[in-house]
């Protein structure tokens, strides 16, 4: 028998939880799992990994969304294909200790590319005692999700591509 990876051990968890009797207690969550609970979103393929994986990076860099990026995620992982638990495992990149930090370089990314902000010029927002524009942020955070999320899936295909795989034993 195979050795179950940290991966499989939380992807077994969380698919009992959601296909727990608490769970079929709920009939308006029922509707919401069901398509949630299709073996398609939960199975590690290369291609579904790297998909997920760039659409966690872009909703987290967006954190116009904050309160609602991993709903965002699940939702375009169900249009897509993709991987739902690293998809939502790449939205904890923004999390509450990480948000101060990738402030300042989202009104960076965002003054570089200014002549989309043009218009919120004289809009200011005062976040962790820092001052800021506003159209810096959210120009800095939508191009720095879709930029990131861009370069994430071909980054993990040549990680996945250059990754000694285990070669089989012929018996």
């Known amino acids: 028998m195979p050795k ?4 499989l ?6 698919r009992r939880f959601l296909n727990s009797k608490y ?6 969550l029922i509707a919401l799992m ?8 939960w199975v590690p393929t290369p291609h579904r990994v790297a998909l997920g994986l760039s659409i966690g990076v872009f909703f987290a860099f967006s954190m116009l ?17 993709a991987n739902l638990p ?3 495992g790449a939205c904890w990149i923004s999390n509450p200790f990480t948000i101060p930090p990738l402030i300042p370089v989202m009104v960076w990314v965002g003054k570089k590319f200014e002549f989309l902000s043009k218009n919120c010029q004289d809009s200011e927002l005062c976040f962790y005692n820092i001052t800021f524009n506003y159209g810096h942020f959210m120009i800095g955070c939508v191009m720095s999700g879709i930029i990131l999320s861009l370069l994430t899936y071909p980054l993990y295909m040549l990680g996945w591509a250059l990754w000694p795989k285990k070669k089989k034993e012929i018996t």
């Open 23 to 28: 769970m079929r207690k709920l009939p308006w």
């Open 86 to 88: 690293v998809a939502l």
């Open 34 to 41: 069901r398509p949630l609970l299709g073996r398609e979103y």
């Open 4 to 7: 179950r990876t940290l991966y």
């Open 65 to 81: 969304i904050i309160p609602i990026q991993m709903v965002c995620s699940a939702i375009f992982c169900l249009f897509s294909k």
């Open 9 to 14: 051990k939380l992807v077994v968890k969380a």
